[in-house]
């Protein structure tokens, strides 16, 4: 089962989908509690079960369902970090890590940027 499927049923359709110890062990809570952390009207409810991460997946889960209440919200697209090409230039060339490259991206000119750049040009087209 998806584990997404768990917060599609907290958040909409209330379908008891843990009724076993295999949909148990599927249950993952910190995807449910992140998913459900992008809707404002979750956000206490899924800090809560943070909180109280010690619990079973199944009281976790019935706590969720018996608590949110069910209507239509818009879909909430997971925040994800952004690349720049001036970040994978220097990792590319000096082999660092994200972190790492993003010190080093403070410290460099706009000129060694450019040279850098001009380093890691494979040509090609170009969008």
């Known amino acids: 089962m998806n584990p997404f499927d768990y917060v599609n049923a907290i958040l909409q359709n209330k379908q008891k989908l843990i009724v076993d110890d295999l949909s148990e062990k599927e249950y993952v809570p910190f995807l449910t509690n992140r998913s ?20 079973d997946k199944k009281m976790q889960f019935d706590f969720l369902i018996n608590t949110i209440r069910s209507k239509k919200r ?35 000119s706009k000129d060694q940027l450019k040279q ?12």
Request: proline share 3%; hydrophobic share 35%; glycine share 4%.
């Open 36 to 55: 459900l952390s992008y809707h404002k009207d979750c956000v206490l409810f899924a800090n809560e079960m943070n909180q109280h991460h010690l619990c």
């Open 74 to 108: 818009p879909f909430a697209k997971w925040v994800k970090p952004e690349s720049s090409e001036d970040l994978s230039c220097i990792k590319q060339i000096y082999g660092f890590s994200d972190s790492k490259a993003r010190e080093a991206l403070r410290l460099l």
């Open 116 to 127: 850098l750049k001009e380093k890691t040009n494979i040509g090609g087209l170009r969008k």
